[in-house]
């Protein structure tokens, strides 16, 4: 079955350091990708996708992930977090060609802001 | 945007009751999906719709059922709820074409006692 992957369950930065979380998907012919976080007691919010085009992703609140098809990565990077950047991140697949549809979920990182 | 809505935001409920979970998309979406979030499991995919009267199984569709009367409603069933259904409960809904991805609910915190 096809599956992501999130290394990590929980991440701790310090204020105004950069950070990288990490997300692997399993190798398909055609995959979208896809990073959410959630604040307490919320749904989810997209903060960017990768459909096609451009292996370079930006996204809100200064958030950026690349497309890496030969490791099968999509990594959320910042340069500089901030404290309200403490939130759970949940990286996320749609696969074509079989199976269920909808996303597929990764079971999320605790990114911890440290002052 | 899109607006995805969860009629409950909490919802208490005893062992053996039916229960209904809402939702409504104002973007005459054909796409709808019902997921439940468990702390270190991430969210799991309960059932899904691609239109009016159909739906599919998902991955973990077993003690629940829905209903798609409507376009924008989507509704989740708890035939006989378990204390072992008390989750987060998302709803979502998907656009396809141009600006293609999904949009979530605030959520359904479900507790069975």
């Known amino acids: 079955a096809q599956s992501v992957t999130q290394l990590d369950s929980q991440v701790p930065v310090f204020e105004e350091a950069p950070v990288e979380l990490r997300c692997n998907y399993s190798?398909?012919?055609?995959?979208?990708l896809f990073w959410y976080v959630q604040y307490p007691n919320q749904g989810l919010q997209l903060l960017l996708k990768y459909l096609s085009g451009s292996t370079l992703v930006k996204g809100i609140n200064g958030f950026e992930a690349e497309f890496n098809k030969s490791q099968t990565s999509f990594h959320l990077r910042k340069p500089s977090v901030h404290i309200s950047d403490t939130a759970e991140y949940f990286c996320a697949a749609e696969y074509s060609g079989g199976g269920a549809d909808g996303l597929t979920f990764g079971k999320g990182t605790h990114l911890i802001i440290q002052p | 945007d899109v607006k995805v809505t969860q009629s409950s935001r909490y919802l208490v409920k005893r062992t053996g009751e039916k229960v209904f979970l809402e939702c409504v998309q104002d973007m005459d979406h054909e796409n709808m999906f019902w997921y439940r979030q468990d702390p270190g499991l991430g969210l799991r995919l309960i059932y899904f719709?691609?239109?009016?009267?159909?739906?599919e199984k998902g991955d973990i569709p077993e003690g629940y059922s829905v209903s798609r009367e409507k376009k924008e409603r989507f509704s989740l069933i708890l035939e006989s709820a378990s204390t072992n259904q008390t989750s987060m409960y998302l709803c979502?809904?998907?656009?396809?074409?141009?600006?293609?991805?999904?949009?979530f609910g605030s959520g359904t915190r479900l507790t069975v006692v």
């Open positions: 979502a809904s998907r656009r396809t074409g141009l600006n293609y991805g999904y949009t």
């Open positions: 190798s398909s012919v055609s995959v979208y």
């Open positions: 719709s691609y239109d009016v009267k159909m739906k």
